[in-house]
């Protein structure tokens, strides 16, 4: 069964130097939910999250280390979607981020 959203509300976008982007925002969402319910399979889970991104033409980056697996994915037009399957905390984080745009009213 799939974990409800945890909505992150909005980011503020940064420019180049760091600072607020115009005022403009981007969305952000996460599902966290339990390393168990994956029933040891942290790395494929990642894998099967990352091949999506891939077919998608996302760019990718794995950074795994043993009982962690973290996969990062970015697209030309702005979405961030990432993956942390961390078995010593048991703990699973899924989620993202949409292009920036201006701020809802």
Not at 87 to 103: K, L, R
């Amino acid at each position: 069964m799939r974990p409800e959203a945890t909505p992150l509300d909005h980011d503020t976008c940064d420019d180049d130097l760091l600072g607020p982007a115009m005022g403009e925002v981007s969305a952000a969402f996460d599902y966290l939910f339990s390393y168990k319910s994956l029933e040891g399979d942290g790395k494929g889970f990642a894998e099967r999250a990352t091949s999506v991104w891939k077919r998608k033409g996302m760019k990718l980056t794995a950074i795994d280390s043993p009982g962690v697996f973290e996969r990062y994915a970015v697209s030309d037009d702005g979405f961030q979607v990432s993956v942390i399957a961390n078995e010593a905390i048991d703990q699973v984080s899924i989620g993202g981020s949409g292009p920036c745009v201006p701020p809802p009213d």
